[in-house]
């Protein structure tokens, strides 16, 4: 008898690369009463991403993720080319945390040739990160469509720290009658409080260390706003200290309703500070509640 007790070993993680093999997959374990939770990404994983696993086994019993780089999401200047690809790395980190499926399609299966339909919801892609990066999220609702179909899940979970993302997403499994509950995840932050980010990895040492201003600018409007001082000024002053401590360029610092995205110009119930900045070449959001 060994007197030590083994580490529970993790389920194997299948991985299929169709969308027939995902709703099949799923499909048979929701026929055997399971509940079912879909993880999307574009892969490089992190603690964030592992933290969207582990919510999404607290609302369902089994958990598959995906991992595509879509290229729809990427502008022509953008790093679709340098995005961090490392598909057994991230397998390993998914069966770690009891993910037991990943679906991993290539360009070809998600776009063949002939591919002709994209999704686009109305008016919240055109603010914020999307008056920045036109197209983004058409990309992302497009594929996000696509994913959430082949799955058929009972619930998605999308994190929080691109909050814009998770509020076009949940307007969108609305809209569409998509079937799958959309559940955001909390922001994953490193010690200092820098949100994890696949991005980071494009941060030099120095420019890493500066990062940290981001968070900390956001937290101090916070603080401000929730003492009472006017929206503009709090807001203007964020961005100028934001420049201050390194950032190359601010796109914005915002107050916004958290649902519809509208910009506030004084505290509402359900308002969220977001801000977007550039570090060097490496473009890094966050948000806070208000
Ligand atoms: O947040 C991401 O990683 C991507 O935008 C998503 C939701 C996987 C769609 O490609």
Redesign the pocket.
Known sequence: MPDTVPDAVPAPLRIVRTPAELTAAVATWQRAGHRVGFV???GALHAGHLALVTTGLQHADKVAA?I?V?PK?FGPTEDLDRYPRDEAGDAAKLASVGCELLYAPDVATMYPPGFASHVRVSELPDVLCGAARPGHFDG?AT??TK?LAAARADVAV??EK?WQ?LAI?RRMALDLDLGTRIIGGAIVRDTDGLALSSRNLYLSTDERRRAVALPQELAFAQGELRGGAPVGGVLAAAGERLLAAGFARVDYVALVDGERLTALDRLEPGARLLAAAWMGTTRLIDNLPV
Do not use: I
């Open positions: 999307p990404t574009m995906s595509f879509n999401q992302v594929v996000v994913l999308f994190g691109d993302q997403v």
